[in-house]
Structures are given as C-alpha cells and as structure tokens.
C-alpha cells in the first residue's frame, strides 16, 4: 500500500459517545452512500458479465467454464498478447526517452520565454484532438495514394515506388506506434519539464559551484526530482496501452494479417465479429482480473503517493 | 567549460530541436491544408503541399449543410453535463478525505481504488455497461453516456482535486469555523473559491477526455446515445428501413431526423437484432466514423456514415473513405 502517513492536528471536537468523531461521523455519512453506490454502479456490470461468461451464447444454457476454456486456447488471444507487448515496447521507451530528451533540452538550450511557451502550446495541441481523429490525421500521413509521407519521399527522390505503410507486417506496427509516439510524447515533456523547474535552486548552483558538469548535473540531482514523475508516465502510459483502440482501429483495423490486433482490438472482435459473447464476456473477466493482479503489484512496489 | 556547453548548445540543440518540431507540426498543417482544398484538389494526381485555392466550402458543407452543428451541440450538451457531474461526486469523494478527519487507510484505501477504475480497457467493460443501460431503460439517451463518462471520469477527477484540496490550508476554513460559520458555509464561501482554479483545471480536463471518447459511444447499438433526441430505431423486420440502411441512398439526414422527432423508443430489442449486418460491414462503418459524440445517425443511413466528419477537418473523412474500405480488415 502506499505510504500515507501524513500527520493529522487531533481531531477538534471530540464527541462524548461512540468510537468516531464528530467528523469522522461527517466524513463517512458523505463518503459511505456515494463510494457505496459507485461501487454498485461498477461492480454489477462485472457480476452480468461473469453470469454471460458462464452461458452458452447460443441459447443461454449453463456451460460451466466452456467459455473460459475456449477463450483462452485461442491462439489469437495470445498473438494480440504479443502484439500488444510490442506496441508497449515500442511507444513506452521511445515516448519518455524522447520526451525527456526534449525537456532537457529546452531547459537547458531554450532561455526565452516567448519559445518557450510556443513549445507549451504545440504539446497541447495533439492531447486535445480526439484519438479518432488523430487517427484520421495519421491516415492522411501513412495512406496508400493520398498518404503525405510517400508524397514527400517521391518529390525528394529518396524512393520511386510507394511504400504500403500499413499493408505490410514490418511497418505496419511501427507506422501504428509512431502515431502514439506522435500524440503522447507531448505529454510526457509537459510533465517532465514542468518537474524540471520545480528542481530546486540552490542545488543545482551548489553543484555548479563545486564544478560539476551538466552531465553529472543531471544525472545526480535532476533525474533524482523526475524519478516520481518518471514513475507516474510509465503507470499511466501503460494503463493506457490497454487501452489503446481508436487509432489502431482508423489506421489498419488489427491487420495486416493481426500485427497489429492489440488486445482491445481483439476483444473488440471476439464480441462483434465472431459474435461470441459469452466468449467476449469471459475474456473480459480475465482481462479485468490479470490487470487487477498487476495493478496491486505495481501499487505495492511503486510508491505512487508521496507527499 | 561553461563556452564549451553553450557552443554544443547551439550547434546541436537547436537544430535538433527544429527538426522534432518541424516533423511534428507538419500532420497538423497538413490536416488543415488539406481542410482547406477543394473537391477537385483532393483528387489530382500530384498532392500538393499548398492549397492552391483556399476555400472554406468543406467546413460549410459539413457544420451547415450535413448538420453537424447538431452534433457538435450533442457533444457540448454531453461533455458538459459530465463536467459538472463528474466534479459534484469528485467533491463529494475528496472533500471528506482531505478536508476531514479520516483514517490514513481509508484515505488511501479510497484513492487506489479511484485509480484502479481508471486501469479498466473500455472496451472490455462496454458489453456489460450496454446490458446494464438497457435494462435501466436509458437506452438511446444522452443520459447514459454522461453516467459513463462521468465514472471513467472520476479517477482523475478525483486525484487532480485531491492535489488542489491538500494545497489549501486546513487553518483558513477552522477559523471560519471557529467564528461560527457552519461546514457548508465554510465550504461554499471559504474552500470554494479558493479551489476554483483548481476545479476549473479539472472541469477542462474532463470536457476534454469526455470529448475525445469514442469506443463507448461507437458501441455498434448504443452509438445512437450520442444524438439529440431520444429516437426511434428502425425495428429489426422493417424491410423498407433495412433496405434504407443497406444502400443508403435517396435518403437525407434531414427527413431522418424528422422521422425521429416523434420521439417514441423502439421496445429494447435483443442483441442479435443487430448482428444481421455483417461484422465486416459494422467495422467498415465503424472505421469511417467521425469521433466520439458526433456520429449518431450512423444506423439510419450509410450515406450519411459515408459523410460525417469531424468538426476540425472538414474533408478528411470523405478522402479516407475509399480507403478504409480496403483497408479495415474485420
């Protein structure tokens, strides 16, 4: 669990009866009735789509695990596994080295404030375009006959023939990944140069002071002030990996073949393709249940509340 | 030493840092070039780089003649509602956990949980949500999708109000306190206007996640949550309204908003009822779709699937149309 141990004042008013305070009382008849039904709200869904995992999806009949089984012996389930595995180990590294190079760079290179804040507002732009259209966007760039990419490469001569982006297995995941890259990297310099003004003064000049070059500056004392945001972007980002759908959806539908059928794109298909849903909904368990398991490791072993 | 690192500055740094920009800039011109081009410029052979006549006919064409101004109310409508929603229950969770004298183990008991619904794929959680929306009968309304939203919402809203809260200082609202002043006014007058900024920076947040959405409300039966008006749907033995569907064509959005005016629910229908357009058929449409809220007339006519297009671009989706039928692979 992470570690919230700030210290409270004691508590004002102590009321005479009853194991809880005044406002502890307070507290939980304002938290009790709206977790509770937050709770009911979340969880019920969950309870429907354990009892449709357990059902036939011809008919409705009681199956017992059939469902579970052959959702978990498809051989497609553990392509979009894999696939997903290399969507992550693409974007994740190359969007926080990217994005942290980039705020070094500004933080040291850039002193204008004028620059500076035209850098903020162009990392804005892409977070508030919806990924559908970023989507769309992406296709004007990497689509076959009017995709701007092959346009550019022919006028410069550097290739004759059109490049199939997304026909092809080899570049149709990094083409797929580079539009993440693209809409995220942003991100990660906003959080992270924001963290590199917030490294302290005196540090840095004390540092300097007693000759340390920029290289040590960074590593040794500012990478030590990111390493909390550090962590946050990888969590984040990879909560959103699971996620990921619009774009991959736009841009190559899963394939060519299924390269790129990342496991929201699969179970997408399970459900409305094979119109399986008793299949559909016990992927769905599992899917919630493997990210639960990972989830509380990870909150165990990053401490994601400091403060 | 210190020469030495602004020359490397300056030779390195800054062309380096032209370049990322330059690469990354150019799809968003190249978007709003190509928003700008006329019909016939699209299809020319050679592209060019410029639009050599600028015309602001595409955005006419879908705002006013397509009626997408419609949508783009549905979804101001929508994201709103869920704004304000979102940050009532936000406020209602954090103000007890900040503000309050509760044990650290419920704070951060609260607080992980809040995070853990944010690590749930939409995808995987829509199946059940649909079930869930039509049995409550808010099928087909606007309704539901603000419920949705404002839950997936609420992590964030919820850790981002946090952080603000605990910036404030407790001190302020006891001496309020002391003074007399009962815990709503405390609340209202004291903590209230302090955290605005706060809020505000949370409200445009939420508007903004709740504007991008898009696999919930594409959700091949619910998507007609995303209109306007509670509408008829075409029942699944109408065959003049299948054909309609099927070929789409003689039919304008106009007269199928009318058609819908009279505001009358369809009974829910079963899950199959849907399922008799082909899969390959759903994904095509699918794939072509304008973002989040601003496609609800995709069942009615395929036509006007074929044609609606995001506010910002207005030509984009008519180009990538063609295409993605090759291309989406169901």
């Given at each position: 669990m992470p570690n919230v141990t700030e210290a409270r004042p004691a508590p004002l008013h102590r009321a005479g009866?009853?194991?809880?305070?005044r406002q502890e009382r307070l507290a939980y008849t304002m938290l009790v009735p709206i977790l509770g039904s937050i709770f009911l709200i979340v969880t019920y869904p969950f309870v429907l789509a354990v009892i449709q995992s357990l059902q036939?999806?011809?008919?409705?009949a009681f199956v017992g695990l059939q469902n579970y089984v052959t959702g978990l012996e498809n051989p497609l389930l553990y392509e979009a596994l894999a696939a997903t595995a290399v969507y992550a180990a693409l974007v994740l590294p190359t969007e926080i080295l990217l994005g942290l190079g980039l705020a070094l760079a500004v933080h040291r290179g850039i002193k204008s404030t004028a620059l500076r804040a035209l850098f903020f507002g162009m990392a804005i732009v892409p977070l508030v375009i919806p990924p559908i259209a970023v989507g769309v966007i992406a296709r004007l760039m990497?689509?076959?006959?009017?995709g701007a990419i092959n346009h550019i490469l022919m006028l410069t001569g550097i290739t004759h023939d059109e490049i199939n982006w997304l026909g092809q297995p080899i570049t149709a995941m990094p083409a797929v990944a580079s539009v993440d890259v693209w809409q995220w990297t942003p991100f990660v310099y906003l959080v992270l140069f924001s963290g590199f003004l917030t490294v302290p003064r005196d540090e840095i000049e004390a540092a300097q002071v007693d000759g340390a070059s920029g290289w040590s500056q960074f590593w040794r004392i500012e990478l030590y002030y990111l390493r909390p945001l550090l962590i946050l972007i990888v969590f984040f980002r990879l909560a959103d990996v699971l996620r990921v759908f619009d774009h991959v959806f736009i841009l190559t539908g899963g394939g060519p073949g299924n390269t790129t059928q990342l496991l929201s794109l699969y179970l997408y298909r399970v459900e409305?393709?094979?119109?399986d849903y008793g299949q559909a909904a016990a992927l769905a368990v599992v899917v919630l249940i493997a990210i639960s398991v990972v989830y509380s490791l990870v909150t165990r072993v990053l401490p994601l509340e400091r403060r | 030493m210190r020469r030495r690192g602004r020359r490397w500055r300056a030779v390195l740094i800054t062309p380096v840092l032209a370049v990322i920009v330059v690469l990354y800039a150019f799809p968003i011109y190249w978007l709003i070039a190509t928003s700008l081009k006329s019909r016939s410029q699209l299809f020319q052979a050679t592209l060019s780089l410029?639009?050599?006549?600028?015309?602001?006919q595409p955005y006419a064409d879908v705002l006013i003649d397509r009626g997408m101004w419609i949508l783009l109310r549905n979804s101001i409508v929508v994201c709103g509602a869920t704004v304000v929603l979102a940050l009532t229950v936000g406020l209602l969770i954090t103000y007890p956990i900040t503000r309050l004298d509760v044990s650290p183990r419920v704070r951060a008991g609260v607080l992980n949980w809040a995070l853990s619904l944010?690590?749930?794929p939409p995808i995987a959680v829509v199946v059940p949500y649909f079930a869930v929306v039509r049995t409550v009968g808010l099928?087909?309304?606007?309704l539901a999708l603000i419920f949705i939203y404002s839950l997936f919402n609420l992590p964030f809203t919820i850790w981002m109000l946090k952080g603000f809260l605990t910036e404030i200082p407790r001190e302020i609202e006891e001496a309020a306190l002391a003074d007399g002043a009962s815990r709503w006014t405390a609340f209202r007058h004291i903590l209230l206007p302090l955290a605005t900024p706060g809020l505000l920076a949370a409200g445009v947040i939420v508007f903004s996640f709740s504007w991008s959405e898009f696999p919930i409300c594409a959700h091949p039966d619910q998507h007609?949550?995303?209109?306007?008006v509670p509408r008829r749907r075409p029942g699944p033995g109408d065959p003049v309204r299948d054909h309609l569907e099927r070929h789409?064509?003689?039919?304008d959005h106009r007269d199928a908003s009318t058609a819908r005016a009279d505001g009358a629910r369809a009974p829910?229908?079963?899950?199959?009822?849907?399922?008799?357009?082909?899969p390959r058929e759903i994904g095509r449409t699918q794939a072509r779709a304008a973002p989040?809220?601003?496609?609800?007339?995709a069942r009615t006519a395929k036509i006007d699937r074929a044609k609606i297009a995001m506010p910002m671009s207005a030509t984009v989706n008519a180009v990538a149309a063609p295409q993605l039928r090759s291309f989406t692979s169901w």
């Open positions: 009866a009853g194991r809880f305070t036939a999806t011809n008919g409705g990497y689509a076959p006959s009017y409305f393709k094979f119109s | 410029f639009p050599e006549a600028p015309t602001l944010r690590f749930l099928y087909d309304q606007p007609a949550e995303c209109a306007d789409g064509r003689g039919r829910p229908r079963g899950r199959r009822a849907y399922v008799r357009r082909s989040s809220a601003i496609r609800p007339r």
